[in-house]
């Protein structure tokens, strides 16, 4: 008997893994975030399953599910909604069946930035303008963020970020990237990626507050912030040059160097 901590994907059905699908259909006890994971993913569990919405239960009702599920000998599907090591909050499941000495298994997901950036069509590192991506999120009810993870101390990098659970601090988001990414900085608010009832907002940090108060959009939405996606003339990566050189294209083809001072 296993729990599989299952990645559902963003939203759309057919974005889980075949991994996950096919684990969904096959366990007997299944467990879903139904707030944030579509009813038609559970409904491929087998016919007489065991399938529960978690969304009102806490931590040891949910707990107590699996340990009864490893008492009758069946596997669990725990199904969490995009990946479930963003934010899953299954570390805390994982501690409790350690703790009981039952096996577990995460299957990963499609997580929801990565969905949301194949939606409107973005690259999130393009050369010369952004190499790093930061998933981050802000001060909420559910939990502080450590020190040192603060959005002014992240802003220093000028990565392109995704934040997360952070539609209700605008305010402080802006207050917090403004002197370091500028005020014109492009933001681009995605609610809901893959849902029949998607949206995506593109503004800038000046006027993102307004515009989501407009849309009236007030959970489930992730903030890309970053000058990826400004529209401007992209540097081409070298991987594709046809004189740069790798192990799988123009092998023992080198572009002129200076020499090598130590050599």
């Given at each position: ?11 759309a ?10 684990l ?8 879903y ?20 919405d ?13 340990l ?40 990963p ?9 194949a ?29 040192g ?25 802006k ?13 681009v608010?995605?609610?809901?990626a893959?849902w ?9 940090l ?33 991987l ?5 050189a ?14 090598d001072?130590?050599?």
């Amino acid at each position: 008997m296993s729990v599989y901590f299952i990645g559902a994907g963003p939203g759309a059905p057919d974005l889980i893994t075949v991994r996950g699908q096919k684990l969904i259909q096959s366990c007997m006890t299944c467990l879903y975030a139904g707030s944030l994971v579509p009813k038609e993913i559970v409904e491929q569990a087998p016919k007489n399953a065991l399938v529960m919405d978690t969304a009102p239960m806490h931590l040891e009702e949910i707990v107590a599910q699996m340990l009864e599920a490893h008492e009758r000998g069946e596997d669990v599907a725990r199904v969490h909604s995009g990946d479930p090591s963003i934010y899953g909050a299954i570390g805390e499941q994982m501690q409790a069946l350690k703790l009981a000495n039952i096996p577990f298994e995460i299957i990963p997901g499609v997580p929801a930035f990565a969905a949301a950036a194949a939606k409107i069509g973005a690259e999130l590192t393009l050369p010369g303008i952004a190499q790093t991506i930061i998933i981050t999120r802000t001060q909420g009810k559910a939990s502080d963020m450590p020190k040192g993870e603060e959005l002014a101390t992240l802003a220093q990098s000028g990565a392109t970020l995704a934040i997360h659970l952070s539609i209700r601090n605008l305010s402080h988001i802006k207050r917090e990237l403004t002197p370091f990414y500028g005020g014109d900085c492009p933001v681009v608010i995605a609610y809901r990626a893959t849902w029949p009832d998607e949206k995506f907002i593109h503004t800038n940090l000046d006027e993102m507050a307004k515009k989501v108060r407009e849309q009236k959009i007030t959970r489930t939405a992730l903030i890309f912030v970053g000058r990826v996606f400004e529209d401007q003339k992209i540097t081409p990566s070298s991987l594709y040059d046809s004189d740069f050189a790798h192990i799988l294209r123009n092998q023992g083809k080198k572009r002129d160097r200076a020499p090598d001072p130590g050599s």
